[in-house]
Nanobody
Framework: QVQLVETGGGLVQTGGSLRLSCAASGRTFNNDVMGWFRQAPGKEREFVAAISWNRGSTRFADSVRGRFTISRDSAKNTVYLQMNRLKPEDTAVYYC??????????????????WGQGTQVTVSS
């Protein structure tokens, strides 16, 4: 059974940093693209960042490029989202997702077939 478990959310002040972790289990993810999405109250879930597990290539939303980085640790089967210079508009529930059929990094929510339960990130002004 595939499981994605996010941790690391919390409350931080504007300009601060957080690192989110996504622990993946249940099968191998070597051919997957692992993505992070977020959903603020009253808004659609939106793409944040993604990484190709085997190639290590990455893609970012314009709103976070230069502030967020994404990485993976194959030994721990874990993907990380390092978030720096956080802004109040980054406040959202952050979700980890896996695209098991990816041949390139996709940003559409519907492309991802496995999802975690989400972790809350709140940035105070």
């Amino acid at each position: 059974q595939v499981q994605l478990v996010e941790t690391g959310g919390g409350l931080v002040q504007t300009g601060g940093s957080l690192r989110l972790s996504c622990a993946a289990s249940g099968r191998t993810f070597n051919n997957d693209v692992m993505g992070w999405f977020r959903q603020a109250p009253g808004k659609e879930r939106e793409f944040v960042a993604a990484i190709s597990w085997n190639r290590g290539s990455t893609r970012f939303a314009d709103s976070v490029r230069g502030r967020f980085t994404i990485s993976r640790d194959s030994a721990k089967n874990t993907v990380y989202l390092q978030m720096n210079r956080l802004k109040p508009e980054d406040t959202a529930v952050y979700y980890c997702a896996a695209d098991s059929r990816a041949t390139l990094i996709r940003t559409a929510r519907v492309s991802y077939d496995y999802w975690g339960q989400g972790t809350q990130v709140t940035v105070s002004s």
